[in-house]
């Protein structure tokens, strides 16, 4: 399938293509325009505990901004009366019933495959596994494909034969960063 723009690479019958933006699943536009291109779309969401994924967001731009608000000046309007601020980007992306509803008016929910954030990192070969059965996909990654990287506190893949190192992300990222939205 070659998408209207041209955008997406030539799939063979026997072939998957995947596109990875964790901004899609927020982006008003984006399901009529992924349902345009194919009803049949399967799509992947992975999704993490709100407080914490609206946390790691604010670390992420803590590192690069140093002189930010703090958290709680951001995620609340007003903090006395527990006024959360859902304008704020941060947490108004972990209120994944706002997108899914979206989603659903394209999609069916049978082909939403949601993977746990906090499962990918604790249990990395049963979420893939999971995903795999979700594809129609011969279960080809598994636990020897995993090693648990104590500097970094997360799984990381282990060296595909064509690489000489491993599959970990940089100082900033964790394997959920990169992966959820």
Known sequence: MVSKAGLMPRTLDSQITMEKTPSYFVTREAPRRISNMSRETKLIVVVRNPVTRAISDYTQTLSKKPDIPSFEEL???????????????????????????????????????????????????????RVQDFLGLKR??????????????????KKPESSSQPRCLGKSQTLIRTLTI
């Not at 999609?107 to 893939?128: C, N």
């Not at 080809?140 to 893949?157: A, E, M, Q, S, V």
């Open 140 to 157: 080809i990654i598994t636990d020897k494909h995993f090693y648990f990287n104590r500097t970094k506190g997360f799984p990381c893949l």
């Open 75 to 129: 995620a609340f309007k007003n903090r006395s009366q527990g006024m959360v601020d859902t304008s704020w980007n941060a947490i108004r992306i972990g209120m994944y019933i706002l997108h899914l509803e979206n989603w659903l008016q394209y999609f069916r929910l049978s082909q939403i495959h949601f993977v746990s954030g906090e499962r990918l990192i604790t249990d990395p070969a049963g979420e893939m596994g």
